[in-house]
């Protein structure tokens, strides 16, 4: 009854929207580690023998959080306490708690949190916000060593974002209002590192 109540989401409680499953470091890796296999035998667009990111690739715990995130955000209607919880191998987190132990292996809505992969793009232009679009895009940029010269070129890409990561990729290395990485253009001031990506999103949204 109290999962059903809380699931529902009262006003009495005060909710973080981009909180997320993520394997609780506290318990016994075995014990995640047979939550993550239940997870991803419930994925039905992610194999989880091949399609994990590069950057959760190598570490169980990265792993594990992608999986239960993805899980979680897949189910129809869930519940923390009922959904999020493998038998205490994974916890609902807020968005600050699971930054603390990963920062690029958790799949949320949030555009400037979500993993840079194929299921957090998705994620993202399946809400049809520009400018939630817009900062994953700069985040992306960020990530191939680019930085952006024309924020207007930036939203209009938003607008009308590629079908998929890959996609959008090979057209970032293409795109002439980039600057830096295999662009061979010189960005000014030298570069835009991630204190510039974060100006371009404040940018973006005022």
């Excluded at 981009?18 to 506290?26: F, I, K, Q, S």
């Excluded at 708690?97 to 949190?113: E, I």
């Excluded at 607008?159 to 295999?182: F, Y």
Aim: with cysteine.
């Amino acid at each position: 009854a109290m999962a059903a109540d809380l699931g529902s989401h009262p006003a009495w409680v005060q909710w973080d929207d981009y909180a997320a499953c993520v394997a609780d470091r506290t318990s016994e890796k075995g014990a995640v580690g047979k939550a993550l296999g239940f997870a991803c035998g419930k994925l039905t667009d992610f194999n989880c023998s091949k399609d994990f990111p590069d950057s959760c690739e190598q570490d169980f715990w990265l792993q594990a959080d992608y999986a239960f995130s993805l899980y979680y955000l897949g189910l129809a209607a869930s519940s923390p306490l009922r959904d999020c919880n493998f038998e205490g191998a994974a916890l609902f987190a807020t968005t600050e708690s699971f930054r603390a132990n990963d920062g690029v292996c958790v799949v949320t809505k949030d555009p400037s949190t979500t993993a840079l992969s194929e299921q957090g793009y998705q994620l993202i232009i399946g809400q049809r916000d520009v400018d939630k679009v817009a900062v994953f895009i700069t985040r992306e940029v960020a990530a191939l060593n680019m930085g952006v010269t024309d924020t207007s070129a930036l939203r209009s890409l938003a607008a009308a974002p590629p079908k998929t990561l890959h996609d959008l990729q090979e057209q970032l290395r293409a795109a002439p209002w980039l600057c830096g990485g295999v662009t061979g253009r010189t960005c000014p001031g030298g570069g835009i590192g991630i204190g510039g990506w974060i100006g371009i999103v404040v940018a973006i949204l005022v």
